[in-house]
């Protein structure tokens, strides 16, 4: 399985911000939107944010709007998430996959799948 690579995440105080990376394989991302999801502890995986494959346009869930900023490098094949005034309730594992505009939801090609994620602790 190919997997993409979730870096940036931390422990971090309320307020703070966190940059996270996401890397993937040449074909991963190829020509496709690409979200960032993330898990909170005892709760299922969610969606946080999407761009498309150009870069111009974005889709955010409303609690992250104005916070949050996705941005995308498709020369270097990854995905950004800048994650600004951080509270407690962003704690969770983030992963990026590829995603299906306007549903929302990852799309994973056979023989791709999700990687282990990056953990972000916002403390109060």
């Known amino acids: 399985q190919v997997q993409p690579v979730e870096s940036g995440g931390g422990l971090m105080q309320a307020g703070g911000s966190l940059r996270l990376s996401c890397s993937a394989s040449g074909r991963t991302f190829s020509n496709r939107a690409v979200g960032w999801f993330r898990q909170a502890p005892g709760k299922e995986r969610e969606f946080v944010a999407a761009?498309?494959?150009?870069?111009?346009?974005?889709y955010y869930i409303d609690s992250v709007k104005g916070r949050f900023t996705i941005s995308r490098d498709n020369a270097k094949n990854t995905v950004y998430l800048q994650m600004n005034s951080l509270k407690p309730e962003d704690t969770a594992v983030y992963y990026c996959?590829?995603?299906?505009?306007?549903?929302?939801?990852?799309?994973?090609?056979?023989?791709?799948?999700w990687g282990r994620g990056t953990q972000v602790i916002v403390s109060s």
């Open positions: 761009i498309i494959w150009g870069g111009g346009m974005t």
């Open positions: 996959a590829p995603t299906l505009w306007s549903s929302w939801t990852a799309y994973w090609s056979p023989g791709f799948s």
